[in-house]
């Protein structure tokens, strides 16, 4: 009996394995925040907390450290919402104006067009800054939240033309043509029959984008300005400040604090993200 579900038996324990594995970082990271300096000093990695102690975690966020530009994670923090929440929702309707004229209303030079715009999605990012930065200078939004709002809204471009239009040769195209026929226009059938469909890859593009712009590192400490850093750079900074003793705990809450939004993101919403990718996101 037991040597029929050894297969089964078997695979579980592999994947338990590798979730463990790829749990431990965070386990580390949530444990070491909870101890104070005396505990991990006389414990290890892998040691529980003997009292849990919120004070590293007050600290991250407001004062964790003094010295040049280390205020805590706060203003880094709201200055990443007020970043990344109206670059994901430019972007995603960026992308899904863009998906459904080069997959509803395709003109001479379209496919040509379109792979233009994949290069985007292959090409680092490293290339552009000089250019960018340029761009910014030009239109006097330089080390700025808007300027950063810009920069990830023209980067995430491609990506979601890329999901929306893949998407969108999916619909039945006799769907688009009897709207025609019944004399509906160009926005009227994408808000009228495009949008209502478009649920799935909406919350897979959505997803995709608040996770990348909030993780983004690159383009925050390259654009942004003494008081529009987002959390990547305040959390990079944080943890390189000199300082006569170390506080792992400290650096380790305001890692957590600044993946937490992230984490929710998946959590709330990445039945979402699996359906919406399993309902034609990346079919070609």
């Not at 102690?53 to 450290?65: G, I, Q, R, V």
């Amino acid at each position: 009996m037991i040597a029929k579900h050894l297969p089964r038996i078997a695979v579980y324990a592999v994947l338990l394995f590798a979730a463990l594995f790829f749990l431990a970082p965070l386990y580390v990271m949530l444990a070491t925040s909870l101890k104070d300096a005396d505990q991990i000093r006389a414990g290890n990695l892998l040691s529980l907390p003997t009292s849990i102690n919120f004070e590293s975690w007050k600290l991250a966020w407001s004062t964790a450290c003094t010295g040049v530009d280390c205020r805590g994670l706060r203003p880094y923090f709201w200055n990443s919402v007020s970043m990344a929440v109206p670059a994901v929702l430019i972007s995603t309707a960026w992308g899904a104006v863009n998906g459904y004229v080069l997959s509803m209303w395709k003109f001479k030079g379209s496919d040509v067009l379109f792979g233009f715009i994949l290069f985007g999605v292959f090409m680092p990012f490293q290339v552009v800054l000089l250019p960018m930065s340029q761009v910014l200078g030009f239109l006097g939004l330089s080390s700025s939240v808007a300027g950063l709002v810009l920069v990830h809204c023209l980067a995430g471009m491609a990506g979601t033309t890329l999901f929306f239009r893949n998407y969108y040769t999916a619909i039945p195209r006799e769907l688009v043509n009897a709207a025609r026929i019944d004399g509906a226009g160009f926005w009227r059938i994408f808000f009228r029959i495009v949008i209502p469909m478009s649920t799935p890859i909406m919350m897979v593009t959505l997803i995709w984008q608040f996770t990348n712009i909030w993780n983004d590192f690159l383009f925050g400490v390259a654009f942004s300005g003494a008081d529009s850093k987002p959390i990547t750079v305040g959390l990079n900074n944080m943890a390189n400040t000199s300082s006569s003793v170390k506080s792992y705990n400290v650096d380790m809450a305001a890692a957590v604090i600044a993946g937490l939004p992230t984490m929710l993101v998946y959590v709330l919403a990445g039945q979402y993200f699996v359906k919406g990718l399993t309902a034609g996101a990346v079919k070609g």
